[in-house]
T-cell receptor, first 113, second 113 residues
Framework: KAGVTQTPRYLIKTRGQQVTLSCSPI?????VSWYQQTPGQGLQFLFE???????NKGNFPGRFSGRQFSNSRSEMNVSTLELGDSALYLC????????????FGPGTRLLVL | GENVEQHPSTLSVQEGDSAVIKCTYS??????FPWYKQELGKGPQLIID?????GEKKDQRIAVTLNKTAKHFSLHITETQPEDSAVYFC????????????FGTGTRLKVLA
């Protein structure tokens, strides 16, 4: 089985722009979670999608949003980028979410200048 | 809120020695504890996990122990090898109907040849 894939792997944007990141989960997995990883804050939960619905949400501003498609692929969007949004964005998939094991993708490294 | 503390933040051991990483959690209802290994440029990879109905679990050179009364769990790596060098993350899970992972801040393990 192919693992979790994320595109693009690297992105450079400037402040004020917006960005969309994509995640394809492991085949058969219906839950996709997104995390932001920074040296200072570690791995922080952004949100989880299951069956095209946001099921859980972390403590991030409304500039961070996401969606999930009927094939379980997910996208996250960050609008009005700030310098502090520079981070590695990771998505993880699991069969049903909840307390099931999550499998991570390689991440998208975003640099905001 | 829910919190997972992880110690130490860095750990250097000689090849062949053992390494121990400890985590404590605050949510007494937490009942699933995965450990992830993250190598440079990659996403976190699950290496072992434990559920609250088990006190210890082993997989070759890796073991995890759980003390629910004290709310702490530990990762033990025996006979360390240079390829064990990476950042290790523990995670607990929040409850209250919004199941999500709460990650520790990570331990950078260096195995010296």
């Amino acid at each position: 089985k192919a693992g979790v894939t994320q595109t693009p792997r690297y992105l450079i944007k400037t402040r004020g722009q917006q960005v969309t990141l994509s995640c394809s989960p492991i085949s058969g997995h219906r839950s996709v979670s997104w995390y932001q990883q920074t040296p200072g804050q570690g791995l922080q939960f952004l949100f989880e999608y299951f069956s095209e619905t946001q099921r859980n949400k972390g403590n991030f501003p409304g500039r961070f949003s996401g969606r999930q498609f009927s094939n379980s692929r997910s996208e996250m969007n960050v609008s009005t980028l700030e310098l502090g949004d520079s981070a590695l964005y990771l998505c993880a998939s699991s069969l049903q979410g909840g307390l099931e094991t999550q499998y991570f993708g390689p991440g998208t490294r975003l640099l905001v200048l | 809120g829910e919190n997972v503390e992880q110690h130490p933040s860095t750990l250097s051991v000689q090849e062949g020695d053992s390494a121990v990483i400890k985590c404590t959690y605050s949510d007494s209802a937490s009942n699933y504890f995965p450990w992830y290994k993250q190598e440079l440029g990659k996403g976190p990879q699950l290496i072992i996990d434990i559920r609250s109905n088990v006190g210890e679990k082993k997989d070759q050179r890796i073991a995890v122990t759980l003390n629910k009364t004290a709310k702490h769990f530990s990762l033990h790596i025996t006979e360390t090898q240079p390829e064990d060098s990476a950042v290790y993350f523990c995670a607990g899970t929040s409850s209250g109907g919004t199941y999500k992972y709460i990650f520790g801040t990570g331990t950078r393990l260096k195995v010296l040849a």
